[in-house]
């Protein structure tokens, strides 16, 4: 993609920062682009800071994230594959998983209902615009609209926080997420039993200790941008439930911090990203860290992806487990619940 000035980057003073931030009617960024527009408003420009890290580094000469064949774990290759989900979990924060058992009928129908649900005509989508600061049910809109005085996304969200609230449209929507999120949830509760025993904790400690498990589902469409070197399609943040599972289409875009680089996750066909989140770095100490990540976009190619987080109960208490705690290493974070800990999240991406 296009970056800096040294590298070719689009001059600030090109963009209309004149431009009015009035929002679209449908709250959307298809809605902004179906004018035909050639310029980015100014409410998407990020920092001067933020754009100075999309100059690339080499991507090919980066280590990429790890791919692990989940199948391992169920052969005689389960020692090494137990060790290789734990040091992605350390070193990396996130990694993919091919393999997983979900059948890829529900992976296909799941991409096919978000794309087909952000290609309704807007009329139809509005019924489900809210303002994302509202704090249940689900909706659509702008990523981070909530954010009204800052940048914003170059994202479209529709947002579920309960997966009790449905679109009546497209008429296949509803059972398409579930599937993924039945399945998928499956996915990250076997990958915690993983983390537990390599942590040499009770096999199912991580699954007990954050109780009867809530999931958020975040379906994500990022349309081409005219000016994709001056905005972000999702801002820089950490998840702050246990595990996401996310399931992108083949376009490139999401982005992983790792030290001081970004590195750019190829899409894998049929694997999923698994994201460590905060809740797992609070419960493991600082064991297992919860990964930076953004989307970046492009000029000639939207983006869709489907990300499900698994959460403690929101009244579950989380703290460090005592028995990762001794005299070299005690607790680096205090205990609360997920309720308390989701209250203080700042960064402006909701889950």
Same mark, same amino acid.
């Given at each position: ?73 169920? +052969? =005689? ?6 060790? !290789?989900?734990? %040091? ?8 993919? /998983? *091919? ?72 008429? +296949? =929507? ?6 993924? !999120?039945?399945? %998928? ?8 039993? /993983? *983390? ?94 919860? /990964? ?60």
């Amino acid at each position: 993609m296009a970056t800096r000035d040294k590298c070719n980057r689009t001059p600030l003073g090109t963009v209309a920062k004149a431009e009015q931030d009035s929002p679209a009617e449908d709250l959307s960024v298809t809605g902004l682009l179906r004018d035909g527009m050639e310029s980015v408003p100014a409410r998407f420009i990020r920092t001067e800071s933020e754009l100075a890290s999309f100059c690339p580094h080499n991507s090919m000469a980066l280590e990429p994230i790890p791919m692990i064949d989940i199948e391992g774990l169920h +052969d =005689y290759r389960c020692q090494f594959t137990m060790a !290789a989900i734990s %040091s992605a979990c350390r070193h990396w924060g996130c990694f993919q /998983v *091919v393999n997983h058992d979900i059948p890829q009928p529900v992976l296909d129908a799941a991409l096919k209902a978000a794309r087909d649900f952000f290609e309704m005509p807007s009329k139809e989508k509005q019924s489900y615009e809210k303002e994302t600061s509202e704090s249940n049910g689900s909706d659509n809109g702008i990523q981070s609209l909530e954010s009204k005085d800052k940048v914003v996304d170059w994202g479209d969200v529709m947002f579920h926080e309960d997966l009790k609230n449905w679109p009546a449209n497209p008429p +296949d =929507y509803k059972n398409a997420m579930l599937s993924y !999120a039945r399945e %998928s949830q499956k996915v990250m509760e076997k990958l915690l039993d /993983v *983390v537990s025993k390599e942590l040499r904790l009770v096999p199912t400690y991580f699954r007990d200790l954050f109780g009867d498990f809530e999931q958020s589902l975040r379906v994500n469409h990022y349309p081409p941008c005219p000016q994709p070197e001056l905005v972000l399609g999702l801002r820089p943040h950490t998840d702050p439930v246990v595990f996401t599972a996310l399931l992108e289409d083949q376009t490139r875009g999401l982005q992983v911090r790792n030290g001081d680089k970004w590195v750019t996750v190829d899409p894998e066909p049929d694997a999923l990203v698994i994201f460590v989140g905060e809740q797992l770095q609070v419960a493991s100490n600082g064991r297992y860290t919860a /990964v930076t990540h953004r989307a970046v976009v492009n000029k000639t190619t939207d983006r869709i992806s489907i990300a499900m987080g698994l959460a403690p109960n929101s009244k579950v208490l989380v703290r460090p487990a005592p028995e990762l705690l001794e005299k070299s290493s005690p607790p680096r974070y205090e205990a609360r619940t997920y309720g308390e800990f989701r209250a203080t999240v700042s960064h402006g991406v909701r889950w």
